[in-house]
């Protein structure tokens, strides 16, 4: 993971790295060169087309919990076509890391007003106020899981985007 997608510092820190590339050629060229890179026999990626969006996964014998998606959108900007991606979980996953920040922030919320209604009223606040205290610390501990995961599937990661890149390979990319 010392090198980050496309050179991006800031992809280092997201848990879902993007990347933004800009091509001459029509969007229809671009699907077109998708759906022949990925109807080739060899190709052991799986994947899905639907409108200018393309989700490429992972081979099922390679996958696992941690197992990245590429997320790849193809439209037309003035006289360029910009093809963006996004690298990242599984919208399963995805879904039950926010579902578990929700929470997290939820208690956050509770715990504080607890704490503080105890407090203003010179109750005993302990509990209350160590649970929101310690709701900041499981932020953390939830955001390092997600960067662990990240580095678990990275290889996964450059694959479906050497994969991109190979895909694109015939058309001359005019990124700055």
């Known amino acids: 993971m010392n090198d980050p997608i496309h050179n991006d510092e800031l992809n280092r820190i997201l848990l879902k790295p993007r990347f933004k590339l800009k091509y001459s050629a029509s969007v229809e060229e671009i699907l077109d060169e998708f759906r022949g890179n990925l109807a080739i026999e060899d190709c052991k990626y799986k994947s899905k087309i639907v409108n200018h969006h393309i ?25 360029v076509t910009v093809v963006k991606g996004i690298l990242g979980p599984k919208p399963k996953i995805w879904t039950m890391f926010m579902f578990l920040h929700f929470i997290v922030a939820l208690a956050f919320f509770i715990f504080f007003v607890i704490f503080y209604s105890k407090w203003s009223l010179d109750q005993d606040y302990q509990f209350s106020m160590i649970m929101f205290l310690l709701m900041p610390v499981l932020w953390f501990v939830l955001y390092f899981i997600g960067q662990l995961g990240k580095k678990i599937g990275y290889e996964q990661m450059v694959g479906l985007h050497n994969f991109l890149i190979k895909a694109l390979g015939n058309f001359k990319s005019i990124n700055d």
């Open 55 to 79: 989700v490429i996964d992972v081979p099922l014998d390679e996958e696992h919990f941690w197992s990245p998606q590429l997320h790849v959108e193809v439209e037309k900007e003035d006289e």
